[in-house]
């Protein structure tokens, strides 16, 4: 009987989502993936340049754009249109806990979303790579997806709940708050659907080919927080329905927009800390690998690599790592051509550390975007010599090093005096409060 | 509780025990919308039989009846379904069915459909035989496969009253229930209403138009402007509504001579003359009524114009509210 009633929600809410006509444009929206991976067969020369190329538009588009566009299209009418009609009242007159309501149109959005983008994506990508690339690259981008639906699918039920203008607010949040502010602010990455569907897709591809700055555990427990947080508010509202409530005011009115512009850097300030600190809490968990040792050594990727060749010539472990209370048991696979080129490395780090720390940031953002160009760029306008080439998105070669940020990867350095190889890997495992 | 048919129960069911708490009880409830005060301070009880529930438009009907059905949060006040508040409290829709006043029904259901769907989130044990028996009872089973949104205004009503019977509630709220329907299907839901009532339901319906709740419901409450004017039997309220100080306008050959023999009959209250005619304030409608023809004869007076000034049905509760 329980079962009936969560069906009959359900259904109710999928024959809304079928019979109205926005729904319709979510899957012709989902035909772009479909015509840009024919695209790429045909531009692409080899399997590898094809990888990478699918990839990134995956991010790029798919990910940035059409995700968030669909989940918005049918997250926000799976409530807004009852809402709007009063039909609601049909549903909320009965004595089923509003939880349970939320909780199954959530469901039915995520599913709705997936059922229209995992099926494009695993098409587009049969065409794209014809089963090339690392092993279950596009399933992997497909579940990525359709988990990252369900994120999105709760925060905009939550949103259409909260404001008559959830259309709006919701795009306001994907363009700006995602799209913009994402970009400088990395608190605010830890705290976007869009970094937490990339990270997920790096978690279920084995090889690293999506740079993601979110490590995946972390990801995966912000997004359950976030979602469980959605849900929760979504019920609070649900619980307070009122009929024919006042239409709510935009919260900028006339006479608050000199406030507004006055509290939104504040805002974005605060946005900032939380994610940094919800980061922080999520550090806590069991789950450490090399990106976390970054974060914790305090100023990303550059200042690990330095520690790592420390380690490796046995002069101990960097003091900081220790400070920070775990010791590393088997550092990352450093094979140092030449004692000069490891020196080269250590002088560096000093480098690294000179730079201010938006900068930093900001290198592994963009490298967590494009891992290999913005990399590349990265070395050249630092060293100001050089070449870069790139392969398939896997390895890179160029001619002297400044900065890693990329872990499982190749790297083969061709240093001023010697051919230096290194490979990050796994291997790194730190104990607690060791 | 669902699987009852919608034979009458018990006797002894009928009317409640005493010191069971009453069906519906508002207890000082006020509601305002931001500085607007839509209910002010209203007091009732309902238990039992049907109940009309009487006032113009935007007179804060609709805003009661939402606060009763759990659907609003009384500013201040309480509202109580069989003793438990009805705001944040689904477990009341148990013994609640409302039939909201808005017209829109999921076009994409077809009556059965959505009479099933009411009963299978009520949780009912045999959700199909409960949607045919609402079916029945609404006398929509001919229709009932076809889409909700082909659907006359009627029929819509009744499919939404079906939703609203599909649990056998023992409270029935009803929003405009009469609202675009032919005076046949108003008869056909007359004898639902007061079938239903027999069986002890406490029934309540809000309507602007008092004659809708003739031979309909005993006992009216009337509300204007947010406030309780008046409560009592149909034939009282209407009794008031009728016989109360009337103002005419008329324009005829003769003013002058008109409002002399007007003035001289004791329905009769007052007489002013202007420029565009006179006005008439009487006490008595029918007496002047009768009175107006026999004066314009003997006066020779031919009436060119007869009109009531104040008949708005704003105009009818205002007086009650000043009463």
Known sequence: MRNSVEMTLAGLAFRQLTSSKRSLWAVALAALPILLSVLIRMKSKTPEAAVGEYVIYWQTLTVAVLLPIIALVVGTGIFGAEVEDGTLTYVLGKPVARWRMVVTRIVVAGLATAAVLVPATLISGFVALEGMGPEGLVPALAAALALGGFLYCALFVALSLATRRALVAGLAYVVIWEGLLAGSFGGIRALSVRYYTQAFANGLVSADVIGSPLEPGKAAVLAAVVAVLAALYATRRLRRFEIGEAVLRWPMGRRRRGRTRRVLPLLLFAADVAGSAALGAARLLPRRDADELGERAGFGAANVLARKSCERVGRGADPRARGGGFDVQEPFKLRVGQRRALLRLQSRRHHARLLPRRDADDLRQRAGARPADVFGRQVRERVGRGTVSRACGLKFRFETLVELGIRQHVFEVRGQVEIVRISMGHGCHPRPGG | MSTQTLAPPAPAAVRPAAGRAPAVELRNVSHWYGNVVAVNDVSFTLDGGITGLLGPNGAGKSTLLHMMAGFLAPSAGEVLVDGRPAWKNPQMYRSLGLVPEREAVYPFLTGYEFALMNAQLHGLPDPEAAAERAMDTVDLRAAM?????????????????????????????????????????????????????????????????????????????VVVAGRLAASGHFREIRRLMTDRPHTFTLRSS??????????????????????????????????????????????????????????????????????
Do not use: C, W
Not at chain 2, 150 to 168: P, T
Not at chain 2, 185 to 204: C, H, K, P
């Open chain 2, 145 to 221: 496969h076809r889409k909700i949104g082909g659907y006359s205004k009627g029929m819509r009503q009744r499919a939404k009253i079906a939703g609203a019977l599909v649990h056998d509630p023992g409270i029935l709220l009803l929003d405009e229930p009469f609202n675009g329907m032919d005076p046949g299907q108003r008869m056909q839901m007359l004898e639902l209403l007061r079938d239903l009532a027999a069986r002890g339901n406490t029934i309540l319906i809000s309507t602007h138009i008092l004659e809708e709740l003739h031979h309909l419901a005993n006992n009216v409450l």
């Open chain 2, 254 to 323: 003769d003013d002058r001579s008109l409002a002399a023999a007007l003035m001289a009959d004791p329905s009769v209250q007052g007489i002013e003359l202007g420029a565009q005619g006179i006005t008439v304030r009487t006490t008595e409608r029918t007496g002047f009524a009768r009175t107006l023809p026999l004066a314009a004869r003997a006066t020779g007076a031919t009436l060119y114009e007869l009109r009531p000034t104040d008949e708005s049905l704003e105009s009818v509760f205002s007086y009650l509210v000043k009463r």
